[in-house]
Each structure stands twice: as C-alpha cells, then as structure tokens.
C-alpha cells in the first residue's frame, strides 16, 4: 500500500468515527431512556443535543489551532480525547455523567474533522486533489447516513456497545497516525486571536442551542429569541475582531470569497434537507410502518451506499466540469428523491416500490454534492488554510443539519388533519424545497476548481505588517516536511 493510500484510510478513520457519532446514537436513544428510568426526555435530549452544540461551537478555533500549532497533533489530541470520552459514555452511571462525557467527546471530533482533510489534501498533487476530496466527503457523508443502520445492529447487544466499538479503532488509528502522518502547520506571525476565539465558541454555541430548542421552547419565547440576539451581538464582536486582528480566527479573506461564502451557505441549506432525510426516514419507517429499529436501519442502509459509490466520480467531475454543475445536479437529484416518497409513498408498507427509489436516488445526489461542497470551500485557499476553511464549513454543515432536524420535528409535532402521513408528506415538501434553494445556490458559486486557475491568484492573508501575498508555489507545493 502506498503513503498516500495509508495516510487517507488513516485520516478517514478519524472523519468517519466524528461523523457517525453525531447520528449513531439517535438510534440507540429508545435504549438509553429504558436503561435510566425516571429521567424526563427532556433531560435525555441533552445526550444528543451536547454533542450537536460542541461539535458546532468548537470547529472553527479548533480549526484555527491545528493550522499554527500542527495539524498533526490536532489530529492525535482529538483522536486520543475522543476515544477516552466514548469508552466514559459507555461506562456512564447516570445521565450527567453521560452528557458530560459527549461533550468532551464532542471536543475530540472538533479537532479530528477539520485536521484530517489538512493532513490528506497535501498529500495529493494539485491535479489529484479533487479525488481526494471526494474520498473524503463519501467517507464523512456515510458516516452520516450509515448511522442508523450501524447503531440498529449494534444496540442488539446494548446502548453502551454505540460508545464501546469506538475505543479499539480510536487506539488503533492513533498508534498509526503517529509512526505515519507528517506534521503540518503555519507558526509564523503573531498568535490567532484567541479573545475572538472564546466570543466565536459563545455565539456558535448560543444558536445552536436556540436551533436545538426551538421546537421545546417556542420560536417566539423569550429564551430562544434572547439566544439568537446574543448570539448576533457576539459574532458581530468576532467580525469586528477579525477585520483589526493581525491574526484573526478567520481571515477575510475566508468569508470574503465568492466561492467560499457561497459554498458555505449551499451547505447551510443543503443539510437542513439532508438531515431532516434521514431523521425523517427512521421515524416514518417505525412510526408509520411499524418496522423494527433494526429493519429501519438496514433499510436505511442503500442510501449510504449510492453517496459512497457517487462520491469520488462527483470529486473528479466536479474538478473536471466545475463544482457548480455537479452539486447543483446532485442537490436536484436529492429534491427528486424526496419528491418520489411525497408523490408515492404510502401508509401501507412497499418497501422496494417507494420507499427504495427515493434512497437511491436521494443517496446519489449526496454523493455528488458532498464533494463539490468541500472543494468548493477549500480549493481557493493555500495548504495552510485547509484545516480553517474545513472547519467553517463543517460548522454550516451542523448549522444546517440542527435547523432541519428542528423544522421537521416542529412540522411532525402539529400533525394536520390528514394524520401522520400528511405531516410527513409536509417534511418532505420542506426537504425539496431546501435541496433546491441549495442547488441555486450551488449554481452560483462559479467555476472553483481545484488546482485549475483559481490557485494561480494570490490569496491575501493578514498578517502583522498588513497582508501577505500567497504565490500559486505555495497552493500546489507537496507536503511540508516534518516530524512524524
């Protein structure tokens, strides 16, 4: 097996494990409300809501660390935090000590996530780099989507098994990860802006927590609308912090970006769809057709498969035909897939005549749009800032996915008077129609490709004296040497 071969099934292992843990255990949560009787569901959301609000809020500085102080160690800190955490979930006494421990669990998959496309994408030749991309959003969106079925199987032996299986690959992986990966940072000029960084984490950690709680507490109530003003006054604090800080927590240059922001925001919308999808797959396969979470699960499991099996193709035709293009294509093909259950699907079980298509399809067009997101997001950016500009976008992406689960659960909680069937067909409007705002948003990114014309500009960085001029030597160089 060559370097890059085992670089990228190391890093991925790291993508994967992050990934699925932010869906996993949705599945295993019947099973941990049993095992502690007496807590309110209220109190138990908090299992899943932690991690969904630290993973969030952290992305960014962590991000913002790793590129100066080594993606590397960022990689192993969050590998070894990780898997300690997952082996204290499974071995939890109560409730608070399981929410405790997501959280720190949350903090490992933050510094894992935006470290290990920093790590991959240098390993790659400019001309390679959007197959390199597409390996790594098809690992992170199966991650995603393969949570259901994963976590069915494994709750057959018990809940604490979801946390347990992470502990032997976390070991594994980094017992790699150290003997193989090289180290890659950015330690020159002044530290990042570590104030800007605190009042980033607050404000990142206010909305979600009001996406989160929305539903429960009201849109309209004091506590959630008192979050989102918070939460505008504090990032409006970072932006300001950003545009004097010699070394801000995100440079301009970042949010400034046409294809950047753009990606950025067809992130944003695209997983409001996407993670309604697939929470709206497991409550209606065992809501409405009464199937086992187990059998839900594995008939979940198609959809992961056609976005692995999309996912590279869509990084090399996105590079080759323009990101544009084939994340609109495949954010119309996603629309379709929710169009098909809104048009054929029934009370009545079929599972191969409506429900399947609309996997397939739906699972395709993930594939093709994860790519074109992440290339979109990075490819105007210099090796340095891979792990920042990862991290942004990792950060609307959990945006978007706490928006969606929270509008469908807002739109399935006020069942209207064709009964469940009719709510869903409701989600399932909501799904298309933030699939399409994505695509149009996609449409209007513009040719970004990586290492095609959009690298030979130089890209502005702020630095202690004014800006820097990145040269094009510096976004195709090969990886830095280092420790490894």
């Known amino acids: 097996m060559s370097r890059r071969a085992k670089v990228t099934l190391t890093v991925s292992i790291g993508v994967f494990m992050a990934s699925l843990d932010l869906f996993i255990v949705n599945i295993a949560f019947p099973d941990i409300q049993r095992n502690f009787k007496g807590v309110s569901l209220a109190g138990l959301s908090w299992v899943l809501n932690a991690y969904a609000i630290t993973f969030a809020a952290l992305l960014v500085p962590a991000g913002r660390w790793a590129d100066r102080a080594g993606r590397k160690r960022g990689f192993l800190f969050g590998l070894a935090l990780f898997s300690a955490a997952s082996a204290a979930c499974a071995a939890a006494p109560s409730v608070a000590v399981l929410v405790a ?52 199987l494994l709750v057959q032996a018990g809940w604490r098994w979801v946390f347990i299986v992470n502990v032997p690959i976390g070991i594994g992986a980094f017992l790699a990860a150290s003997s193989l990966l090289r180290e890659v940072r950015d330690d020159t000029g002044p530290r990042p802006d570590m104030i800007g960084a605190a009042l980033f984490t607050a404000g990142i950690a206010a909305v979600t927590l009001a996406i989160v709680e929305g539903p429960r507490w009201g849109w309209s109530g004091g506590r959630v609308v008192g979050l989102f003003v918070a939460a505008g006054l504090l990032l409006f604090a970072v932006a300001v912090r950003s545009a004097r800080h010699p070394a801000p927590l995100i440079e301009p240059v ?22 309604a999808f697939l929470l709206g797959s497991v409550l209606f396969l065992t809501s409405v057709w009464h199937e086992s979470v187990l059998r839900a699960g594995l008939q979940i499991a198609p959809g992961p498969v056609m976005a692995a099996l999309f996912a590279v193709p869509g990084g090399i ?11 609109a294509a495949g954010a119309v093909m996603f629309a379709g897939g929710a169009l098909w259950w809104r048009t054929h699907i029934g009370a009545a079980p079929d599972y191969a005549g409506t429900f399947l298509p609309a996997q397939i399809i739906g699972g395709a067009g993930v594939g093709l749009v994860l790519p074109t997101l992440s290339a979109a997001a990075t490819g105007p950016l210099p090796p340095e800032r891979f792990a920042t500009g990862t991290a942004v976008l990792g950060m609307s992406r959990q945006l978007g996915s706490a928006l969606g689960v929270a509008i469908l659960v807002a739109i399935l909680a006020h069942p209207s008077l064709g009964g469940p069937l009719a709510a869903f067909r409701t989600g399932w409007g909501f799904i298309i129609g933030s699939a ?30 004014g800006k820097v001029e990145l040269t094009p030597a510096a976004a195709t160089a090969g990886p830095p040497q280092g420790s490894s």
């Not at 400034?256 to 769809?273: E, K, V």
């Not at 035709?317 to 994340?327: A, C, D, I, S, T």
């Open 254 to 275: 970042i949010v400034r970006t046409r294809a950047i922001a753009l990606a950025n925001l067809g992130a944003l919308l695209f997983f409001c769809a996407f993670g």
């Open 436 to 465: 399409l705002a994505a695509g149009a948003v996609l449409l209007a990114v513009g040719p970004v490709r990586i290492g095609s014309a959009v690298e030979q500009q130089p890209v502005a960085v702020a630095a202690p004296l």
């Open 101 to 152: 421990a997501r959280v720190v669990q949350a903090t490992g998959a933050a510094f894992m996530l935006p470290t290990s496309l920093g790590l991959l994408l240098p390993e790659f030749p400019a001309h390679k780099r959007g197959a390199a991309v597409g390996i790594w959003a098809a690992v992170g969106g199966v991650a995603a989507a393969a949570g259901p079925p994963i976590g069915g």
């Open 317 to 327: 035709l996105g590079q080759r035909l323009g990101q544009r293009f084939v994340g």
